[in-house]
């Protein structure tokens, strides 16, 4: 349902007062998950970079354990940026005009994620007629 003018003038105010608030935007960015998954991102972003400076060290100075070790954590970053991007993906965190909307993707016969095939016969029931 829409805001009446009066109503939209009022939400403007509040968001202006608000806005202007530096306490609340640092409380509010504080408890923002997205925030916490964006900084978890830059943070495996660097060991990322640190593990290959690693590896890159140990295979230049011939020492394969440091090799292997920047190899390892170079992976494990990579792990963990991976999950903090997929956990930043969930439904929950999506927030469009200050309401919480959930992405849902299609399923397959089972409620699992669908295959190729899945997808496959999907686009070749939904081809134009005339083409064959």
Do not use: C, N
Request: proline share 7%; aromatic share 6%; hydrophobic share 40%.
């Amino acid at each position: 349902m829409p805001l009446s003018e009066h109503e939209q003038r009022l939400f403007d105010q509040i968001e202006r007062s608000l806005a202007e608030d530096p306490k609340f935007a640092s409380a509010v960015r504080a408890s923002d998950p997205r925030f916490h998954a964006r900084r978890r991102l830059l943070i495996a972003a660097g060991v990322v970079v640190v593990g290959l400076s690693l590896l890159v060290y140990g295979a230049v100075i011939k020492t394969p354990p440091l090799a292997v070790a920047g190899f390892v954590v170079m992976l494990a970053a990579l792990g963990f940026g991976a999950q903090s991007h997929r956990r930043s993906q969930s439904p929950d965190l999506h927030v469009v005009g200050g309401t919480t909307t959930t992405r849902r993707r299609p399923r397959g016969r089972s409620g699992r994620r669908p295959s190729i095939l899945d997808r496959m016969e999907d686009r070749w029931r939904q081809r134009p007629e005339g083409r064959r």
